[in-house]
């Protein structure tokens, strides 16, 4: 038996909220049409929370409460919960910390990680390190992003590109090595240049001059963003590959982040991988940022088989990016 300990994926769960926002709702806000946000994006709706009093942590709740369900398992066995957003309910707590309180998991500490649409990726290593180091047994990773509310509908470049949603993971520890394998992540914060959001942090404290300057909504340079988002995701991938010694035909799914279908397209065509062999739902639920890799794994898990070799990539605001190998346990 081996002893090594890896952290599998035991448990996926998921949340959309019901409202779609299509490409002919926003044909009536801003100055756009639905064949150009298609053939550029490859987005034809994305979901939208609407509804007072509601936040990050109330897409997140039902995903932690149908994985815990999927799994047999009660909430106050979760050790530790991990939220990968940049949209939390609150600049402190942490979300993860709101969304112990909400579904009863009072045996878990938590804490929220921000790497932007990286988030998810990010986390799951930090998370499988955790259940790697034999003191943890039960980590949850979630990636969740509320992108409405911190988007510029008034901004025809960046208000089609996002959605919100949520997608959760459980992490438990496993001998037989399924589960997260190998990771290559990156960081490059010369990045914050073409992709942020501009106030409301420590460097521009909110005032009404930064609200009325419209500087608390993500800010993007389209072009230099796509340019970057595309090699970054493509050389991570290759990267993994290397490192693990894969080739095309070793991997049965390419996960990528779904930001874009042409950048979608571009890493499946280097990585080698077709595109039936890659989960895509940019389609429906647009760029939720954190959310679009647990949501790609909540939608497909009927379709992966014990073994299959999975490679998740992402590229994210600030800027961030990486790829992660998993061989799936269940």
């Known amino acids: 038996m081996n002893h090594k300990i890896t952290a599998a994926i035991t448990s996926v769960g998921g949340f959309v909220p019901e409202d779609r926002l299509t490409n002919f709702d926003l044909e009536k806000i801003v100055d756009t049409n639905d064949e150009w946000i298609r053939t550029r994006t490859g987005?034809?709706?994305?979901?939208?929370?609407?509804?007072?009093?509601?936040?990050?942590?109330?897409?997140?709740?039902?995903?932690?409460?149908?994985?815990?369900?999927?799994?047999?398992?009660?909430?106050?066995?979760?050790?530790?919960?991990?939220?990968?957003?940049?949209?939390?309910?609150?600049?402190?707590?942490?979300?993860?910390?709101?969304?112990?309180?909400?579904?009863?998991?009072?045996?878990?500490?938590?804490?929220?990680?921000?790497?932007?649409?990286?988030?998810?990726l990010y986390s799951l290593t930090t998370g499988a390190t955790l259940i790697e180091s034999g003191r943890y047994k039960k980590v949850v990773v979630v990636g969740a992003d509320k992108m409405s509310s911190i988007i510029d509908y008034?901004?025809?470049?960046?208000?089609?590109?996002?959605?919100?949603?949520?997608?959760?993971?459980?992490?438990?520890?496993?001998?037989?090595?399924?589960?997260?394998?190998?990771?290559?992540?990156?960081?490059?914060?010369?990045?914050?240049?073409?992709?942020?959001?501009?106030?409301?942090?420590?460097?521009?404290?909110?005032t009404l001059e930064t609200v009325q300057a419209r500087q608390h909504f993500v800010?993007?340079?389209?072009?230099?963003v796509y340019k970057y988002a595309v090699k970054g995701m493509s050389d991570a991938v290759a990267?993994?590959?290397?490192k693990t010694n894969l080739t095309a035909d070793d991997i049965q799914w390419l996960v990528p982040h779904q930001a874009n279908m042409r950048i979608i397209e571009s890493t499946a065509s280097r990585a080698g991988v077709p595109l039936e062999r890659v989960m895509i739902n940019i389609q429906k639920y647009g760029n939720t940022t954190s959310g679009t890799l647990p949501l790609c794994l909540w939608e497909w898990q009927s379709k992966l088989k014990k073994g299959d070799n999975l490679v998740l990539a992402a590229f994210g605001g600030g800027f961030t990016w990486g790829a992660t190998l998993i061989k799936w346990g269940f």
């Open 239 to 242: 990267e993994l590959m290397e």
């Open 154 to 206: 008034t901004d025809r470049n960046t208000c089609i590109i996002f959605g919100d949603g949520a997608g959760a993971v459980l992490l438990e520890p496993n001998y037989e090595g399924y589960g997260v394998l190998e990771s290559v992540l990156h960081s490059d914060g010369s990045g914050r240049k073409y992709l942020r959001t501009e106030a409301g942090g420590s460097l521009h404290p909110t």
């Open 219 to 224: 800010y993007q340079e389209g072009a230099a």
């Open 43 to 120: 987005i034809h709706e994305r979901r939208i929370q609407k509804g007072e009093g509601l936040a990050t942590s109330d897409l997140i709740v039902p995903a932690v409460l149908e994985l815990c369900k999927k799994r047999g398992i009660e909430t106050t066995e979760i050790d530790c919960l991990i939220v990968a957003t940049v949209t939390s309910d609150y600049p402190f707590p942490a979300t993860a910390n709101v969304v112990c309180d909400k579904i009863g998991a009072k045996n878990a500490w938590s804490f929220d990680l921000a790497a932007a649409c990286s988030g998810f």
